[in-house]
């Protein structure tokens, strides 16, 4: 029995860019590479300015919680130097300016694995991250302690934000790579259940994946309703497995790992090639854009040279974002780079790009029929009003994933997310220091007890 | 590409809903029973609408000036309460009674509170129990609609039922609402068709007015006996007006399919208790409004469990 959804919201699907081809961008002059596009500590520099570098050369690397950052062109590093990013911090950037050849790095060959251990380094060094946005090192999600606690893998290819096509054209294209990243899963992370979802608006990529999959015991597709968040992590898990991710937990912790069908396809190409992860597809769109289209652009590129390259603007554009409407970020100006976890860059004009006022919540009641948490956004409004933060806590305002599905159905258009955003770190803050008084106030009085026995 | 970008926080995409066109559907839902009831009980009834509606928005408008706030008016909202307390009064009301009905209405339950979306209370509803408390006779009168028999005043239904004559009344004449009662709810027809209206929109739920309407159906249908007699009793009054229109106000009712649920039963306990055993005749506006007041704790109560969630 299919396992009871969570209700979502019907968002426009513009999916334009999903029935063609991705072009490739051969002509970079030069690209801008961040150091910290993962999640955890940034890494540092291990060329400087003046060397000379190959596409695969390793140019940056960090300690457990990161990914090794590798030179998308050939050329000469310009400048390493810090930055105000998109995400408002500053970020050491390397600058390498291309020699227009793109030779490959000699040392960039196909990983041995012979143990899981190997496995994992060479998850490692292909460079992958989170490829649906989150940035998560893989191979810190893939090292797992205990292999039998796994028992299903989830590869997320649902793509449930608006525009973006790109997973769609990593399984319609890419159905090759996407077949050896499940056999790495079989053969290293001993697989039990591989599960591929699929929003029910993508037949091509249903299609191929249930090729590839077909006679297979392993693995299966499972379609799901076009609904937004269908992609969100902890409503991905349900939709198909049925089971709940409890706050504050991973879903290891109720036996299930979930992947980007893009990194899967990128590890496996690392591991067919040695060519780590270099350059990215990103669908490019949106309605400041005269050609939508899917591009492979190297990793650092300016927005502005990959949105030329895709055939320019249709009229100035007013509004650019990393990744879809709905949980994409607003850029400051055309200069930020293609990162590792970017999968879409969208340019709107002002119509679209503007946002509606907004007005006082008349309490329809929607953005709490919507919400796929099951949270009361009117609710935490009034208690973040009010400052208070036992009621936030209550609330589990700490268990939104800003997924903007609440803001999407509201009439008055009241940003929900903007509080939400504030609301979280007013919570972390409180609860951190409730922690430490209590931590004091335990000092205290072992003290006063030891001085009593003493 | 020197020109600044917009930088706005997630998500960049919104619906198509707005608060004016909602309010805007909830007006051409409110239009059936609106034309109805001038063809039932002439063209006085256009002066009375007229009356407070426009009074509605002018006394908006002026809240807004006086207390240097933003203009509302434009939200539509302001018509809705004037419409509603319209329907809510009889045709023979003193015009100048209906503009005081309305000032309660809008300038004390509504813009004091702090406007829209701030209000505790339904606005049409407490503007006519003020209206019923201080100009009582006028009030209580019972006008008949065009072309009945006594042309003067006959009793409404309700009335009809508590003095036990119940079996004058007719079914198909209750329906249509050719019967004496206020403006607007006499036709249960043309506020079907509306309610409808709003639930096909999305606008509403069915969730409120069903659980109403059967509460107030199951209690009628112990207390007579006589299913037949229920129903005439659930056609009679300001039930389907109340149920649909005023009981799944956003404001004053509770957000959540349960909450609704609850809200729905509780109108339909009160309605039916008040008239059977209290001492007015009907009970939908009073029922609402104590309803409205517990929609807080009604909310708290049937708050969704967060999604994997554990006890602070």
Redesign the interface.
């Known amino acids: 029995m299919k396992p009871r959804q969570?209700r979502g919201?019907h968002?426009?699907h513009r999916k334009n860019t999903a029935g063609s081809h991705a072009v490739r961008m051969k002509d970079v002059k030069s690209v801008t590479i961040p150091l910290s596009m993962h999640i955890g500590a940034p890494d540092t520099p291990s060329v400087k300015v003046g060397d000379e570098v190959k596409v695969g050369q390793k140019i940056a690397e960090g300690g457990y919680m990161s990914s090794p950052i590798y030179a998308s062109i050939s050329g000469k590093v310009k400048k390493i130097d810090t930055e105000l990013m998109s995400n408002g911090y500053y970020i050491q950037n390397v600058t390498i300016e291309s020699d227009g050849q793109m030779t490959p790095y000699e040392g960039a060959v196909p990983p041995v694995i012979e143990s899981y251990a190997d496995f994992i380094a060479a998850v490692r060094d292909s460079g992958v991250v989170g490829l649906g946005g989150a940035g998560f090192p893989t191979a810190v999600k893939l090292n797992v302690k205990d292999l039998s606690q796994i028992e299903e893998f989830v590869i997320n290819g649902a793509e449930c934000e608006?525009y973006i096509t790109s997973d769609t054209i990593t399984m319609t294209y890419r159905a090759g790579q996407v077949e050896r990243g499940l056999e790495l899963l079989k053969k290293h992370m001993q697989a039990k259940k591989i599960i591929i979802a699929i929003e029910d608006n993508k037949p091509d990529a249903i299609e191929t994946m249930k090729r590839i999959t077909a006679n297979d015991p392993v693995c299966s597709v499972c379609v799901l309703k076009s609904s937004y968040p269908q992609g969100a992590e902890?409503v991905l898990i349900?939709n198909t497995t049925g089971k709940?991710?409890?706050?504050?937990?991973l879903p290891l912790d109720v036996g299930v790992v979930v992947m980007n069908v893009t990194s899967l396809a990128t590890l496996a190409e690392y591991v067919e090639t040695g060519m780590p992860l270099v350059a990215k597809c990103v669908t490019v769109d949106g309605s400041a854009v005269a050609q939508p289209k899917n591009v492979v652009a190297p990793i650092g590129t300016s927005l502005?040279d990959v949105f030329e390259f895709a055939g320019g603007f249709k009229c100035?554009?007013?509004?650019?974002?990393y990744g879809g409407?709905?949980?994409?970020?607003?850029?400051?100006?055309?200069r930020q780079p293609i990162l590792k976890s970017t999968n879409a860059i969208l340019a709107?004009d002002h119509v679209?790009?503007?946002?509606?006022a907004e007005?006082?919540?008349?309490?329809?009641?929607?953005c709490?029929?919507h919400?796929?948490?099951?949270?009361?956004p009117?609710?935490i409004s009034k208690a973040m009003r009010s400052k208070d933060n036992e009621a936030l806590?209550?609330?589990?305002v700490n268990?939104c994933m800003?997924c903007?599905a609440c803001?999407?159905?509201?009439?008055?258009?009241r940003?929900m997310?903007?509080r939400h955003?504030l609301a979280k770190s007013d919570l972390r803050a409180w609860q951190q220091k409730q922690a430490e008084q209590k931590k004091r106030e335990e000092e205290a009085k072992a003290k006063e007890e030891g001085g009593k026995n003493g | 590409m020197g020109e600044k970008l917009i930088l706005t926080v997630s998500p960049h995409f919104t619906g198509k809903r707005t608060t004016q066109n909602i309010m805007l559907d909830v007006i051409l839902a409110l239009a059936p029973a609106v034309i109805v009831s001038v063809i039932l009980f002439g063209l006085r009834a256009i002066a009375v609408y007229a009356s407070t509606v426009i009074s509605a928005v002018v006394f908006e408008y002026a809240f807004d000036r006086i207390t240097k706030k933003e203009n509302t008016i434009k939200d539509l909202s302001a018509i809705i309460t004037g419409l509603l307390l319209a329907m809510n009064l009889p045709v023979t009301i003193p015009l100048w009674q209906a503009v005081v009905g309305t000032f309660f209405a809008i300038v004390i339950v509504k813009c004091l509170f702090g406007g829209l979306g701030k209000n505790f209370a339904n606005p049409a509803i407490v503007g006519r129990i003020v209206m019923l408390l201080a100009f009582t006779s006028a009030m209580s009168a019972a006008p008949s609609f065009l072309g009945s028999v006594d042309a003067v005043s006959s009793a409404t239904p309700l009335a009809v039922i508590n003095s036990g004559d119940i079996r004058s009344l007719s079914l198909m004449k209750l329906f249509l609402g050719q019967c004496s009662g206020a403006l607007g709810e006499t036709c249960a027809a043309a506020l079907l068709l509306g309610g409808l209206y709003l639930i096909i929109r999305d606008v509403i739920s069915w969730h409120t007015p069903v659980t109403f309407i059967a509460t107030v159906y199951l209690g009628s249908l112990i207390v007579t006996g006589s299913p037949y007699e229920a129903l005439l009793c659930i056609l009679s009054g300001g039930l389907f007006l109340g149920a649909i229109f005023m009981a799944t106000d956003y404001v004053t009712t509770p957000t959540t399919k349960w909450g609704q649920v609850v809200f729905g039963i509780g109108c339909g306990l009160l309605t039916f208790i008040i008239r059977f055993w209290g001492s007015y005749p009907e009970g939908v506006s009073f029922s609402i409004l104590l309803m409205n007041i517990l929609t807080p704790f009604i909310d708290k109560w049937t708050r969704k469990k967060p999604f994997g969630g554990i006890a602070a």
Do not use: H, S, T, W
């Not at chain 1, 679209?352 to 509606?356: C, F, I, M, S, V």
């Not at chain 1, 806590?393 to 589990?396: I, N, S, V």
């Open positions: 969570i919201v968002v426009p608006p902890k349900y709940i991710v409890p706050e504050g937990k502005l100035a554009p007013a509004k650019v974002l409407p709905m949980m994409g970020i607003a850029v400051p100006n055309l709107f679209d790009g503007e946002k509606p007005g006082p919540c008349i309490r329809c009641g929607r709490v029929n919400c796929p948490m099951g949270l009361n009117p609710m806590a209550e609330l589990k268990l800003e903007g803001v999407f159905v509201c009439p008055a258009k940003n997310i903007q955003k």
